[in-house]
């Protein structure tokens, strides 16, 4: 039962990890230049999990040419068409 609760708990951090970064790339459009385990601070919270992101010292903020094409590139790859790969790139 423990370990099914770990798994559960370290499954929930992740979910919660990809949707802060993307959050931040692709809605927000920063950049942390430095994400490794010692810049995240996880801890409980009253809704479960809450992350902290440390280290705020490198930051690289997206031009807008730039962040279309890195959301058109990432649906390409999400959704397997080409068109979107390739319109991407052209935009760079």
């Known amino acids: 039962m423990i370990i099914i609760r770990f798994i559960a708990c370290i499954l929930q951090v992740m979910r919660k990890l990809g949707r802060l970064y993307s959050e931040m790339i692709f809605v927000q459009g920063y950049i942390h230049c430095d994400p490794h385990p010692g810049n995240l601070l ?51």
Do not use: K
Not at 49 to 63: A, K, R
């Open 42 to 92: 996880v801890r409980p919270s009253t809704s479960g999990t809450e992350i902290v992101l440390l280290d705020h010292g490198l930051y690289q903020v997206h031009c807008l040419i730039f962040l279309s094409a890195t959301r058109n590139i990432m649906f390409g790859l999400f959704v397997g068409t080409f068109a979107w790969l390739f319109s991407a790139w052209h935009c760079l």
